[in-house]
């Protein structure tokens, strides 16, 4: 049996979703499906969000019939059909990775690639051999921590139309450093696996296992990795340095307990600098990500990040990526509960169809928005006079940094005077001069490329 829902416009869309659950709960074995213009132009909510399996493009009466006639829905024209994933149990996921025709792939031509382009720019160093003749691994299939500017958590889950797809790993459990020694007896030139999984060390004790494993091994291989800050303390990093880690990429994004928080990043703040020189201590670089404006950040929680970080940067203890803002990533709790972008439309070349990019979610408070809006649009401006006067030679992706971050402490500074706004106050948020349609005519630049 298969029942349709016709959808006209989105003012009944929710309505529509509530008739097509109680449906279900009526019918349970039923297939739902879903037509009309809403449903159409806006088939991936529908297949996403509610019981309904098909949607039919444009006219419904061909689909439909031969659906109820028990065509095969591959044969069947003018139809979306989600199927829902199946998630990987722990030996498919492995299975998928050994079976990998390692040998086969052509590392050495793309290796050579970007060899004979550093020659060119003369600038190959050993460093730069190592990171050129890099490998990647997937030892877990997602990552459960639930950060809510980012989709990873919700992707596996949202694919299979279940809560609760286990976290699966092969970093203990499966013969990892067989497959690493095959793939380095096929590719002697090999130097460094990078693990790119979104939290390698989860399990503290996997990582220890597996660390120990491979310093006896003597392997003589180097390892990137992904963690959080507070899975880091002096055991584990011991043993990671042992092994040949030599860079953490380390999600800080924050050093505002408020801004944490918001992000449910589930650490504290304070642990921060201490982690951080001690994995600079045992060896290996901190290459740690920032998010300087969330939703609810105020003038105070980037003040308190930048004035952090500058010192860090300086005193080289890490390197440091640095986004202005959250991007409202598709799937991510950030995208579900903003609406608020800072929106370009651009016309996708050679089609009749354009793209809205979000560049990012403004921020609700008012002053932040300007520094926010201000930064995009002039960051570019200062970072070419900054290469002007230092000479291309000197502006280094460090000092373009702790440029960009001086820069976010002018604007702030700005508005602090222009608004009469002290350290520890959010503004009179009641001004309302500074509104979301002020901003989006404001926002001019067309070539910002994050920072
Ligand atoms: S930001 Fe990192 S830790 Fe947080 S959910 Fe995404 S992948 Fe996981």
């Not at 989860?202 to 120990?212: D, G, N, T």
Request: charged share 25%.
């Amino acid at each position: 049996m298969f029942l349709a829902v016709v959808l006209g416009w989105e003012d009944s869309l929710i309505n529509d979703i509530e008739n097509m659950m109680l449906a279900q709960r009526l019918c349970p074995d039923a297939l739902l499906v879903a037509g009309g213009i809403e449903a159409q132009f806006n088939y991936q909510t529908l297949l996403d969000k509610s019981p309904c399996k098909i949607v039919v493009l444009g006219e419904g009466e061909m689909p439909m019939t031969m659906i109820a006639d028990g065509f095969s829905l591959d044969n069947i024209p003018g139809i979306v059909l989600r199927k829902d994933s199946i998630p990987f149990s722990n030996e498919q996921f492995w299975n998928a990775t050994k079976n990998i025709e390692w040998e086969k792939i052509r590392y050495e031509d793309y290796w050579d690639f970007y060899i004979e382009k550093y020659r060119q720019k003369n600038d190959l160093t050993e460093e730069r051999l190592d990171q050129i003749h890099t490998l990647r691994i997937f030892t877990r299939n997602r990552c459960p921590r639930n950060c809510r500017f980012c989709s990873s958590t919700n992707q596996l889950t949202w694919a299979s139309g279940k809560l609760g797809v286990p976290i699966i790993d092969i970093m203990a459990d499966q013969d990892l450093i067989g497959l690493i020694e095959r793939i380095k007896k096929a590719h002697p030139r090999l130097r460094t696996i990078y693990f790119t999984d979104d939290d390698f060390c989860i399990s503290k004790e996997k990582v220890i296992e597996f660390c120990k494993n491979v310093a006896a091994k003597n392997l003589g291989l180097r390892f990137i990795a992904f963690s959080r800050v507070n899975e880091l303390d002096e055991e584990v990093l011991g043993w990671m340095s042992k092994a040949g880690f030599k860079v953490l990429n380390i999600g800080v994004e924050s050093f505002s307990q408020k801004v944490l928080d918001e992000m449910n990043k589930n650490y504290n703040t304070s642990i921060a600098h201490d982690v951080l020189k001690l994995i600079k201590k045992n060896g290996i670089l901190p290459f740690i990500s920032i998010i300087l404006i969330t939703p609810d950040t105020e003038l105070d929680d980037i003040e308190k990040t930048v004035d952090n970080l500058m010192p860090l940067i300086k005193d080289e203890v890490v390197v440091s990526s640095i986004a202005m803002s959250c991007i409202p990533f598709k799937g991510s709790e950030f995208y579900e509960t903003t609406f608020d972008y800072m929106t370009d439309i651009i016309k996708i070349p050679g089609t009749i169809h354009r793209i809205k990019r979000h560049y990012a979610i403004l921020a609700n408070n008012p002053y932040v928005r300007e520094v926010q809006v201000r930064f995009f649009n002039e960051i570019n401006g200062v970072i070419e006079r900054f290469i002007k006067e230092r000479g291309v030679g000197h502006a280094t992706s460090v000092n373009q940094a702790l440029k960009r971050l001086e820069f976010m402490k002018e604007l702030i500074a700005e508005a602090r005077k222009k608004y009469n706004i002290k350290n520890g106050e959010r503004g009179d948020l009641k001004r309302g001069e500074l509104t979301a349609s002020f901003i989006s005519k404001n926002i001019t630049k067309d070539k910002y490329q994050g920072i």
